[in-house]
C-alpha cells in the first residue's frame, strides 16, 4: 500500500514538472487514465491514450487498440532507420503492428542502430504503460478512419510531408525497400523512403480485463485458406515444333472463309490434319497467344514485379516478372536464386480503382514444350497475400493446363493501391534444373458460377 501510494505521489511530482519517471523529459504532462469495464472508440484509455479500435472480444491475445495521446507524438532526425535493408515479415493487416515492431526493433539491434522510429516508440513510457509499438498500416488507417474524421486525437496536418504518419509496415518496391505511411491531411496511404522526419505516433493493445496483449499477437497462419483448382482453363500441351504447321492451317482456314469444312480437311497433308484435329483453329489467338475471349473484365494489375529473376540466358531469352502477364505461353518468369526458390515471390500492383479480384488463372511451369516443362521445375504450392497479410495456400496440380482458383472478391478500399502477393512454398522438381518457372498469371474479376 505504501509503495503504491509513493508512486502515485512520484507520479503526481514527475508529470508536473514534464519529465517521465524513467527521467527522460517529454512533452507534457498526459491525461488521466480511464478505467472502464467496456471502452468505445474515442473514450481515454487505461493508458491515458484514446481508443481507435475494438475487435469486440479478445482475438489473438487483445482486443482493444489505444492510440498513444497527441502529447507523446514525435519525429526523428533519423526517419524510420534500416535504409536498404529488407524488413521480411511485417504484414498491414489490424493486429499486425506489435509483432511488426518486434521484427524491427530485432533489426535495429543487429544494426546497432537506435533513435529512429519504432524503438523511440517502444521506449516509450506513458502513465505507467511501456508496451507500445509503431501502428501497422491498416492500424494507423484506423486511426485516420475513427479518430481524425471525428476530430479526435489532435493529429497533425502540417509539416514537410502533410501530417504524414509512419507505419511498421514495408512495401518492397521491387527491392526497394520502402515504409508505408499515411497523409492525415488528405488519408492517402504512401510508400515513402526512410529518411524524412515523419511523424510518429505510438499505439498499444489491451484485453477486455485491461490486461497488457500477449507478447505476439499476430500470426501468420491465422484463417488461412487451403486452395484446390476451382476450374481449368486452355489446354496448354503444345509443342513448338507445330507451330509452323499451326500457321499454315490459319492461312488455309482465312482463305476459305474462315471455315475448314470436310472437303477442306480432305486437302490437308497428314501432318496438318494431326496439327488441326490436336489444336483446332483459334479464331482470336495466335499459337502462343493467350485466349480470354474478351473476358478481361477487370481486376487487371498495374504491374507485375518479382523478388527475383534469372538473367537472360545465351539463346537471349528472359525470364523477367513482365513475362507473367505478357499474354504468352511461349514467354516465363524463372526466379533468380540458387535452389528452387522457396522462399521468392511476385507482386501484382492494383491501383487504387481497380476493381475487386475473384480469380487468379495460372499456367504452371515452362510449358511451351513437353521437354521444357518437364525439365525445368513447377511451383506446388503459392502462399498467397494481399497487402502482406497471408490470406490463402493455393495447391497448384502438375499439369500444363490453365488452372483456375477462385474466391470471395477481395475488397480493397478504393482510396490506396494494393498488392497481390504470391510466394513460393513448394515445387514440383524439374528433371534437370531447379529452375521454377511459371509461363503465365491473370488475375480477374470475372466470377465461375458453381455447378
Ligand atoms: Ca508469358
Ligand atoms: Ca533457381
Given at each position: ?11 503526481v ?23 472502464k469495464?467496456?471502452?468505445?472508440i ?11 479500435y ?24 533519423e ?13 498491414s493487416?489490424i493486429?499486425?503492428?506489435?509483432s511488426n ?5 530485432d533489426?535495429l ?10 524503438d523511440?516508440?517502444?521506449?516509450l ?10 501502428p ?18 489532435n ?9 504524414s504518419?509512419?507505419?511498421?509496415t ?18 492517402q496511404a504512401?510508400t ?10 505510438a ?5 477486455s ?20 483448382p476451382?476450374?481449368?482453363g ?14 499454315e492451317?490459319v ?8 471455315y ?14 494431326r ?5 483446332g ?31 537472360p540466358?545465351?539463346a537471349?531469352?528472359?525470364y ?19 535452389g ?20 487468379i488463372?495460372?499456367a ?16 506446388k ?12 495456400v ?5 499439369i ?9 472478391p477481395i475488397?480493397?478500399?478504393h482510396?490506396?493501391?494494393?498488392t ?20 503465365e ?9 458453381i455447378?
Amino acid at each position: 500500500m505504501k509503495l503504491k501510494f509513493s508512486f502515485i505521489i512520484l507520479f503526481v511530482i514527475c508529470a508536473s514538472l514534464f519529465i517521465s519517471c524513467s527521467g527522460k523529459k517529454v512533452e507534457g504532462a498526459f491525461p488521466v487514465p480511464q478505467i472502464k469495464d467496456v471502452y468505445s472508440i474515442g473514450d481515454t484509455g487505461p493508458a491515458g491514450g484514446i481508443i481507435f479500435y475494438d475487435q469486440g472480444s479478445d482475438i489473438n491475445g487483445w482486443r482493444y487498440l489505444e492510440a498513444a495521446p497527441a502529447e507523446s507524438e514525435f519525429v526523428t532526425e533519423e526517419g524510420w532507420g534500416l535504409y536498404d535493408i529488407d524488413v521480411r515479415g511485417t504484414f498491414s493487416g489490424i493486429g499486425s503492428g506489435k509483432s511488426n515492431t518486434k521484427i524491427i526493433l530485432d533489426l535495429l539491434k543487429q544494426n546497432g542502430e537506435s533513435g529512429v522510429a519504432a524503438d523511440r516508440a517502444a521506449a516509450l513510457e506513458i502513465n505507467g504503460y511501456k508496451d507500445w509499438f509503431l501502428p501497422s498500416k491498416d492500424e494507423l488507417n484506423m486511426m485516420y478512419e475513427n479518430l481524425w474524421k471525428r476530430k479526435l486525437g489532435n493529429f497533425r496536418e502540417d509539416g514537410t510531408y502533410e501530417g504524414s504518419y509512419y507505419s511498421s509496415t514495408q512495401y518492397n518496391d521491387n527491392n526497394m525497400y520502402l515504409t508505408w505511411e499515411q497523409s492525415f491531411k488528405n488519408g492517402q496511404a504512401n510508400t515513402g523512403k526512410r529518411g524524412y522526419q515523419t511523424f510518429i505516433r505510438a499505439v498499444r493493445a489491451f484485453k477486455s480485463d485491461g490486461q497488457p496483449a500477449a507478447e505476439i499477437t499476430f500470426s501468420q497462419n491465422a484463417e488461412i485458406k487451403e486452395l484446390k483448382p476451382y476450374s481449368y482453363g486452355a489446354n496448354l500441351e503444345y509443342e513448338a515444333r507445330d507451330e509452323a504447321v499451326y500457321n499454315e492451317i490459319v492461312k488455309i482456314w482465312a482463305e476459305n472463309g474462315y471455315y475448314i469444312d470436310d472437303a477442306v480437311k480432305e486437302k490437308l497433308t497428314a501432318e496438318q490434319k494431326r496439327v488441326f484435329e490436336k489444336y483446332g483453329v483459334n479464331e482470336a489467338a495466335g499459337f502462343w497467344e493467350v485466349y480470354r475471349g474478351g473476358m478481361d473484365w477487370g481486376g487487371y494489375p498495374a504491374r507485375i514485379t518479382a523478388s527475383s529473376f534469372l538473367p537472360p540466358d545465351t539463346a537471349n531469352a528472359d525470364y523477367k516478372p513482365e513475362n507473367l502477364h505478357d499474354g504468352s505461353f511461349k514467354t516465363a518468369w524463372v526466379e533468380g536464386v540458387k535452389g528452387y526458390g522457396i522462399g521468392e515471390y511476385i507482386t501484382f500492383h492494383y491501383s487504387a480503382d481497380s476493381q475487386s479480384v475473384t480469380t487468379i488463372t495460372i499456367a504452371n511451369g515452362y510449358v511451351s514444350s513437353s521437354s521444357m516443362y518437364r525439365d525445368n521445375s513447377r511451383v506446388k504450392k503459392f502462399k498467397m497475400y494481399i497487402d502482406d497479410t497471408p490470406y490463402a495456400v493455393l495447391n497448384l496440380e502438375d499439369i500444363r493446363r490453365e488452372q483456375i482458383f477462385q474466391f470471395d472478391p477481395i475488397h480493397r478500399a478504393h482510396y490506396n493501391p494494393w498488392t497481390i502477393k504470391l510466394e513460393i512454398m513448394d515445387v514440383y522438381k524439374g528433371d534437370k534444373h531447379d529452375d521454377t518457372a511459371i509461363a503465365e498469371i491473370a488475375t480477374d474479376a470475372r466470377r465461375y458460377e458453381i455447378n
